[in-house]
């Protein structure tokens, strides 16, 4: 967990982690917002419920050792 201020001077905390099977799902799962606000609290102790609000969701792709998925006969 990180906090940046981007070029609008609005805070953004993140990244949240979430495995996904495909690239087009891109929903924030609302469920998992307690354990977000845990996180942040861990910096900003006075957050209150409801303060935050998802800002966007991305796909980084999942970078895998190729050596070792080939079958060497």
């Known amino acids: 967990m990180h906090l940046t201020?981007?070029?609008?001077?609005?805070?953004?905390?993140?990244?949240?982690?979430?495995w996904v099977n495909s690239p087009d799902e891109l929903d924030v799962d609302p469920s998992?917002?307690?354990?977000?606000?845990a996180e942040v609290r861990k910096y900003w102790p006075g957050l209150q419920d409801g303060t935050l609000q998802a800002g966007y969701a991305g796909v980084r792709p999942k970078?895998?050792?190729?050596?070792?998925?080939?079958?060497i006969l």
Do not use: H
């Open 63 to 71: 970078l895998q050792d190729w050596m070792r998925q080939l079958e």
């Open 32 to 37: 998992r917002g307690d354990a977000f606000y």
């Open 5 to 18: 201020i981007d070029l609008g001077c609005q805070a953004r905390f993140g990244p949240d982690v979430e």
